[in-house]
């Protein structure tokens, strides 16, 4: 079965980094795209970054484009979101999501990803 995990969540300063996790398992990066996603209190989920698991071309959202970095590691079978710059407004959960995915770019609509994981807390404050 096709399973993400996201891991590395928790409370930052603004200004300061965090570095997400997104672990597949049930399947392997090539052919797949990883979304990652965001919802915070009140508001609807938003496309944050995507990376086409054969190539690791990438696509960001505009609020975090220049602090925001995706990578993935295939041996490991995992997809990171390294979070710089951290703004009270980036303070969200953060989901990854895995979809079949033969193009060479990737997209931020949910619609494309049928595998999501539960979520990792990200908090910035002071």
């Known amino acids: 079965q096709v399973h993400v995990v996201e891991s590395g969540g928790g409370l930052v300063q603004p200004g300061g980094s965090l570095r997400l996790s997104c672990a597949a398992s049930?399947?392997?990066?090539?052919?797949?795209?990883i979304g990652w996603f965001r919802q915070a209190p009140g508001k609807e989920r938003e496309g944050v970054s995507c990376?086409?698991?054969?190539?690791?071309?990438?696509v960001y959202a505009d609020s975090v484009k220049g602090r925001f970095t995706a990578s993935k590691d295939s041996a490991k079978n995992t997809v990171y979101l390294q979070m710089n710059s951290l703004k009270p407004e980036d303070a969200a959960i953060y989901y990854c999501?895995?979809?079949?995915?033969?193009?060479?770019?990737?997209?931020?609509?949910?619609?494309?990803?049928?595998?999501w994981g539960q979520g990792t807390q990200v908090a910035v404050f002071s």
């Open positions: 049930g399947f392997t990066l090539d052919g797949y795209a």
């Open positions: 999501a895995a979809g079949n995915w033969l193009f060479s770019q990737c997209v931020l609509y949910q619609s494309a990803y049928g595998y």
């Open positions: 990376i086409v698991g054969t190539d690791g071309s990438t």
